[in-house]
């Protein structure tokens, strides 16, 4: 908006009038925007959506945000302008992807497959299948440890498992005396052996078979809900530019509220009007106990031009740059630092401001400010 401010008389009081009905409702401004702090970047959720590039966790956000709308929605019956209404008005709530990703996705999934920690009990049942399978495994091998402790009179005996070797159990030095023929050694260390049974095996295969199926069937249902997702990407990115809007708008009501700015008259007269102005950025960075000395700007078909005088750093710059900033946040649709502010519709905004050369193109510092007069006076319109 900053780049690209209006030129259209009825859209941009379209903008103020929205400010003005946020201004005047701070309270509800305020829980507008608490509303916003909850949701994400849509934008950027959604292309990852279409790139394949989403996780489970953008999903958990995107649910989120969008659980968001109805409650903007709601709020939207103390608001009376006709852009801030059509704004409300024209929020998807889209339930359906909302409700398909809370019937499958847990609230804090793993971002790797395969581990039966994204999905929610009895979204599948042959998920749920695999995945109890996986963590009964545990039960599994304490029970298995503990049968071939009795069998071979190893108390410390151990099962274990590396990505290396596998499972394996895992004999002291000082027992191998005692260890079983049916035990096929799989690894020497310094102080252990390391060994393989029948049983063992067959878990292991078992185990493996699983947690590579396990992690397939994610993958299968992972993408089956990104399929699912992508019909709605139109309403989500209509959405994203909708509440982009009402959050900067709302800012405008804010900063309006906040820094003693307001509502300007904006027209199709041929003047400019502004009493007591006051330039938005230096007076930001005043010192406590300093205060910006207001300037009064008034331009119309009597009086066309002003000429300001005065030294080096006395303000003229200051006092130009003032009057081009007011015009500026006029036209995007916020209110403004004055006391009152009314103008006809500004087209351009041309400024030739500080000294510089162009010495190495031939063009000495007076040549560079005659060049730029030149241009502003040869593109200059009625506005």
């Known amino acids: 908006w900053l780049v690209q401010p209006l030129k259209n008389v009825e859209r941009i009081n379209a903008r103020l009038d929205t400010v003005e009905d946020f201004f005047l409702n701070i309270d509800f401004t305020n829980q507008i925007r608490e509303i916003l702090s909850n949701i994400g970047d849509l934008e950027r959720l959604v292309s990852k959506i279409s790139a394949n590039k989403v996780t489970p966790r953008d999903f958990i956000a995107l649910k989120n945000s969008l659980r968001q709308i109805p409650k903007l929605k709601t709020i939207a019956s103390h608001f009376h302008s006709e852009l801030a209404s059509k704004l409300f008005a024209d929020l998807h709530t889209i339930d359906e992807l909302v409700n398909e990703i809370e019937r499958a996705i847990i609230d804090d999934p793993s971002l790797n497959f395969g581990l039966g920690k994204i999905f929610k009990r009895n979204y599948n049942a042959e998920l749920d299948e695999f995945t109890e399978l996986k963590y009964s495994s545990d039960d599994w091998l304490s029970r298995y440890q503990e049968q071939e402790r009795q069998k071979t009179g190893i108390s410390n005996l151990r099962v274990s498992f590396n990505n290396v070797f596998g ?15 049916y035990y096929d050694r799989r690894q020497t260390l310094t102080n252990y052996e390391r060994y393989i049974t029948p049983d063992l095996k067959v878990f292991e295969n078992k185990i493996l078979q699983t947690e590579q199926r396990l992690n397939v069937l994610e993958k299968e249902l992972f993408e089956q809900l990104r399929q699912f997702a992508t019909k709605f990407i139109s309403e989500i990115q209509a959405n994203s530019q909708i509440i982009a809007s009402i959050d900067c708008l709302c800012n405008f009501a804010i900063i309006s509220k906040e820094y003693n700015y307001v509502k300007p008259r904006i027209n199709s007269s041929n003047q400019i ?20 000395v207001e300037n009064t700007t008034i331009l119309n078909d009597k009086q066309q031009i002003h000429i300001l005088t005065g030294p080096n750093m006395s303000g003229k710059s200051s006092y130009l740059r003032q009057v081009g900033l007011i015009i500026l946040l006029g036209q995007i649709g916020c209110f403004v630092p004055a006391k009152s502010a009314e103008w006809g519709y500004v087209d351009n905004i041309f400024t030739r401001v500080g000294a510089s050369d162009n010495i190495i193109g031939g063009e000495s510092t007076f040549m560079v400010e005659m060049t730029e007069t030149a241009k502003i006076l040869n593109n200059a319109t009625q506005r």
């Open 167 to 181: 499972y394996y159990i895992e004999v002291s030095k000082a027992n191998i005396i005692k260890v079983p023929e």
């Open 273 to 292: 009007e502004i009493i007591d102005g006051r330039h938005p950025i230096i007076e930001r960075s005043l010192k406590i106990g300093e205060k910006y």
